[in-house]
């Protein structure tokens, strides 16, 4: 039986309309008639509200995740929690991290990456430069954000890398 159809039966059991069953179980109009019309298979927050309101017999329609990290089935509290614990969570966050500077690291000024010089990387616990740094140097030698841009041209060769003592 699908959550639409145990759904339907409990308001004609109870002999209620789907606006009292809403409100029995704290639940929007909207939501209950996303289910009741195959919109939607309800996510985990409203099946707990069904559990706790109408009884055990919604646990069934509870959807279960595999952990992303530890490969445990777990039961999410929201559509996209990818991981079943802080510690699996946490461990998640530093492998996209890894990721992103990897898949980031190819320009390249002054021997570091952007990801080390900003310290966006795992390796560098101190940025060399701060972005509004970065930004101040950029301004006050060149004025006009389009001066600046071209100037950046210009600094992966030099001059402005010695402006900003990174050499
Ligand atoms: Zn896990």
Redesign the pocket.
């Known amino acids: 039986m699908t959550l639409a159809e145990r759904i339907i039966g409990i308001a004609k059991e109870r002999n209620i309309s789907f606006a009292e069953l809403g409100r029995i179980a704290g639940i929007e109009r909207t939501t209950i008639s996303m289910i009741t019309t195959g919109k939607s298979e309800g996510g985990n927050p409203t099946i707990k509200r069904l559990v706790e309101a109408f009884g055990d017999e919604f646990e069934q329609y509870y959807q279960y995740a595999t952990?992303k990290?530890?490969g445990?089935v777990?039961l999410p509290a929201s559509g996209n929690q990818a991981?079943?614990?802080k510690k699996?969570s946490k461990k998640n966050a530093t492998e996209i991290s890894v990721r992103w500077s990897k898949s980031h690291s190819t320009r390249t000024v002054s021997g570091l990456t952007d990801s080390q010089r900003f310290g966006w990387g795992p390796k560098v616990k101190k940025p060399a430069v701060s972005i509004p740094e970065y930004n101040s140097v950029a301004r006050e030698e060149y004025g006009s954000y389009g001066q600046r841009g071209a100037a950046e041209r210009v600094a992966q060769s030099g001059t402005m890398r010695e402006s900003m003592g990174l050499v």
Request: aromatic letters at 12%; proline letters at 0%; one cysteine or more.
């Open positions: 952990c990290q530890c445990e777990f991981t079943c614990s699996c």
